[in-house]
């Protein structure tokens, strides 16, 4: 009888917090699930991992020190889209595959950046406190609101990044009247069906709303940055659910507190969780969630679906996911 092997998960909580099952990924052999790894203490990750052929990770990092301490692992999977904390370079060196988990959460990132968008237009979270702290009952006119009420219709949603994310989200836009203007280095017919593509500058002097669902990579690090601030609309309302090293906070935070940014709505910082001195705390009118666009019931299953997916067909020698092929 063929010897089971060993699937290790290292920070398996915010995939699964005991609402979902990780029954099947278990099915395929020893499983082990640790609900937390530390980031930063490498003896324990390596302890965790011991002498597992399969380890999945979310956020703990596995690069060389950890890949020549367990020698024991032949397959690594990201329980996530990005899998830049895994050394996937020398991870091929070692005939190591590293798996990701693509497309996912498509339409609930897209959801999620409507929501932020219109939460920045609406204010409905900041109008419902004021209600139940007992507001409206001894206000003297029959309503009020504590914020402009700004109607999307004809306004123009510029996209920075047309992927599968951004397309939804232009589809969506679309729907309720917006003009959808993006950049993207690289066209598609899907998304010149639901948007116009335009230069950076274009994009950037001629929106009302800017939307950022882009990877971060070299271009667009520190993108949304004082420079390229300024030539924004004055008034601008900016929402990032992408990556949250794609905005320099503190120009952003500048901005707001200037009011040449409106309203800004992001769901990541520059390093999570949120520290207290990250200057969009104490700036005007940013609205912040803690990285949870992707957090949806239906997309955590997707999540570990696919995880099995990928570990099977490691275990039967075939090539799924594979990001260092």
């Not at 990556?243 to 800004?264: F, H, P, T, W, Y």
Request: aromatic residues 6%; contains cysteine; proline residues 3%.
């Amino acid at each position: 009888m063929q010897e089971r092997k060993k699937i290790v998960v290292l920070d398996g909580f915010t995939v699964n917090s005991d609402d979902l099952s990780w029954d099947e990924l278990g099915a395929l052999g020893d499983l082990t699930v640790y609900d937390r790894t530390s980031q930063t203490d490498e003896r324990e990750v390596i302890a965790r991992i011991g002498d597992a052929e399969l380890v999945y990770t979310k956020k703990v990092p596995i690069m060389k020190n950890i890949i020549d301490a367990c020698p024991s692992v032949k397959f690594i999977n990201m329980l996530a889209t990005g899998y830049n904390i895994i050394d996937v370079v020398y991870a091929k060196e070692k005939g190591i595959p590293v798996a990701n988990i693509p497309t996912y959460g498509s339409a609930a990132v897209s959801q999620y950046a409507i929501a932020l968008m219109l939460e920045a237009c609406l204010h409905i979270g900041h109008h419902s406190e004021t209600v139940h702290a007992g507001k409206w009952e001894n206000n003297i006119d029959w309503c009020y609101w504590d914020y402009p009420l700004i109607e999307l219709d004809g306004k123009t949603l510029g996209i920075l990044g047309l992927g599968k994310i951004g397309t939804r989200t232009a589809a969506t836009a679309g729907a309720l009247g917006m003009k959808v203007l993006a950049y993207d280095p690289y066209p598609t017919n899907a998304g010149r069906a639901v948007a116009d593509y335009v230069d950076f500058e274009t994009l950037l002097t001629s929106s009302d709303v800017i939307a950022v669902h882009m990877l971060l990579n070299p271009f667009s690090k520190g993108l949304i940055n004082k420079s390229n601030i300024e030539k924004m609309k004055d008034g601008v309302i900016i929402v990032n659910n992408s990556r949250g090293q794609i905005v320099v906070e503190q120009d952003l935070a500048d901005a707001l507190n200037s009011g040449k940014v409106a309203v800004a709505a992001v769901d990541v910082v520059s390093s999570e969780p949120i520290t207290k001195d990250n200057p969009l705390l104490k700036a005007k009118n940013c609205i912040i969630t803690p990285h949870i666009s992707w957090a949806s019931k239906e997309c955590r299953q997707r999540i570990i679906d696919c995880a099995v997916a990928n570990a099977k067909a490691y275990i039967t020698g075939e090539c799924i996911n594979i990001v260092n092929k």
